[in-house]
């Protein structure tokens, strides 16, 4: 099983690398924050930042790979941005979901 998770691991981080799925996450965020208002996006405020740090990947029902960070502003987290993509590496949607506690 050990085994089973590393190649796993090691097939994720291929595709992360090879598809350079941090700077994608990273640009689209921007785009996204600059595209829309904040009131679009449900923020109190733009002034809101991702942690490339926290990156974690899933496969979602249909077989795509979604990659997530958290949203912060001001230290406190407040929600998640996620791309999503086909076996093939083709960005599909992304995600910007705010949920203030």
Do not use: C, P
């Amino acid at each position: 099983m050990e085994e089973k998770i590393k190649v796993i691991n090691e097939e994720i981080n291929w595709f992360i690398e090879k598809y350079q799925i941090k700077n994608a996450i990273q640009n689209n965020f921007i785009h996204v924050l600059k595209k829309n208002s904040k009131d679009e996006l449900n923020l109190k405020s733009k002034d809101v930042t991702i942690r490339l740090y926290s990156l974690s990947h899933h496969k979602t029902d249909l077989g795509l790979h979604s990659f997530q960070v958290y949203i912060f502003h001001k230290e406190v987290k407040i929600g998640y941005y996620a791309l999503s993509y086909s076996i093939k590496g083709e960005l599909i949607d992304d995600f910007f979901v705010v949920d203030y506690k």
